[in-house]
């Protein structure tokens, strides 16, 4: 497996993690007041120091269980691979927007367009490092 390509997964893994502990977080606040939780900078902040640290962790261990490929630069192969992996996650970002400014649209509730534009990002990196895990595996350039 490719240096990159765990990268990749640890990515994956990073943000699903930090997803699903902001998700729990503003379920359990939005249940204790009743309504849906306003966006607050602690949780955003919480959210980034665990994505960062599992990110910092995972990206330590694999440098070190292979450091010659760690510092290898990327071939064409892995450029293009990149490249299809960005534009398909801006694709997906870019829907994901759309629909989060439809739906405030029609409900006119801002905290709600924060939430699903910041689900959108996430989920936009997510199949970004999906696309490449898959590009790898699978090689269809």
């Not at 939780?37 to 990110?55: G, K, M």
């Not at 330590?60 to 490249?83: C, K, Q, V, W, Y």
Request: proline share 4%; charged share 10%.
């Amino acid at each position: 497996m490719a240096f990159q390509e765990k990268s990749a997964w640890i990515m994956v893994v990073a943000l699903l993690l930090g997803g699903a502990f902001y998700l729990n977080l503003v379920s359990s606040f939005s249940a204790a007041i009743g309504t849906l939780a306003p966006p607050l900078l602690p949780t955003v902040i919480v959210y980034t120091i665990i994505l960062i640290v599992v990110a910092v962790i995972g990206h330590i261990l694999i440098g070190i269980m292979t450091p010659r490929e760690a510092n290898e630069p990327l071939d064409e192969r892995e450029r293009r691979i990149f490249s299809k992996a960005s534009s398909f996650s801006g694709y997906v970002l870019g829907l994901g927007v759309i629909v989060s400014l439809g739906h405030y649209l029609i409900l006119q509730d801002g905290d709600l367009l924060f939430y699903s534009v910041f689900a959108s990002l996430m989920i936009a990196q997510i199949a970004e490092y999906l696309c490449r895990i898959a590009l790898y595996r699978f090689g269809a350039l």
